[in-house]
């Protein structure tokens, strides 16, 4: 099971900020958190990361509470090309042996 | 970010053939790859851990005999997919993470395989 819970789907419009939590009460001391990006028929690509309070690069922000128990992806004034499917995950297994799982990820559609 | 690559991009192939898929580090050494597979409008599920110079570790219900995994070297890993059957027909991503990163796996742009 994965230790991630995402909505499974969001619809926006074009210039608004999109906001997508995930939920990972089991996470480790350990675990950072990462996000990723699916566009169809590619491999997810790489967004963000952070393992505490917030982080911010030239794409997007990741907010994280004390308890890490959540986080939060903001996508700022989402264009039609970020329609796309994100995934939110951590890690499971101890540094060195560690994997993924994924779960659902959640399906964004931009819309006009 | 690091970069992975795979090959081929998509394969097309009779029922009862076997197929290799190669996924390479292009700018790191990988001592650990994984392998996906995901179908339409499904999340990715991943198959197995493979290791450099030792076995690969499989999944929960992965059949180790009809997904061989070689990693021989330190950029490059292949999936074989044995006695391929249409049902094997999936798109299958590989993805590692560089040494001395936060755990950060990288993935590669995947395969298209359809079994006819």
């Known amino acids: 099971l994965a230790k991630t819970t995402q909505p499974i789907s969001m619809d926006s419009y074009e210039g608004q900020e999109v906001n997508i939590t995930c939920s990972h009460n089991?996470?480790?001391?350990?675990?950072?958190i990462t996000w990723y990006q699916q566009f169809p028929s590619q491999g997810p690509r790489f967004i963000i990361q952070g393992y505490k309070t917030k982080v911010t690069n030239e794409v997007a922000s990741l907010f994280i509470p004390a308890d890490r128990k959540s986080s939060t992806l903001s996508l700022p004034r989402v264009s039609l090309s970020d329609t796309a499917v994100y995934y939110c995950?951590?890690?499971?297994?101890?540094?060195?042996?560690?994997?993924?799982?994924f779960g659902t990820g959640t399906r964004l559609k931009v819309l006009a | 970010g690091a970069v992975v690559s795979q090959h081929p991009s998509r394969v097309i192939c009779k029922s009862g053939t076997s197929v290799k898929i190669e996924c390479r580090s292009l700018d790191f050494q990988a001592t650990t790859m994984f392998w996906y597979r995901q179908f339409p409008k499904q999340s990715l599920m991943l198959m197995a851990t493979?290791?450099?110079?030792?076995?690969?570790?499989?999944e929960q219900g992965v059949e180790k005999d009809k997904f061989l995994i070689n990693h021989a070297s330190l950029t490059l890993s292949t999936l074989t997919v044995t006695s391929a059957h249409p049902e094997d027909s999936s798109f299958y991503i590989c993805s590692s993470d560089p040494p001395g990163d936060t755990d950060t796996q990288y993935f590669g742009p995947g395969t298209r395989l359809t079994v006819l």
């Open positions: 089991n996470i480790a001391t350990n675990d950072y």
């Open positions: 995950l951590v890690g499971e297994g101890t540094s060195g042996t560690y994997k993924y799982i």
């Open positions: 493979s290791n450099e110079g030792s076995k690969a570790t499989y």
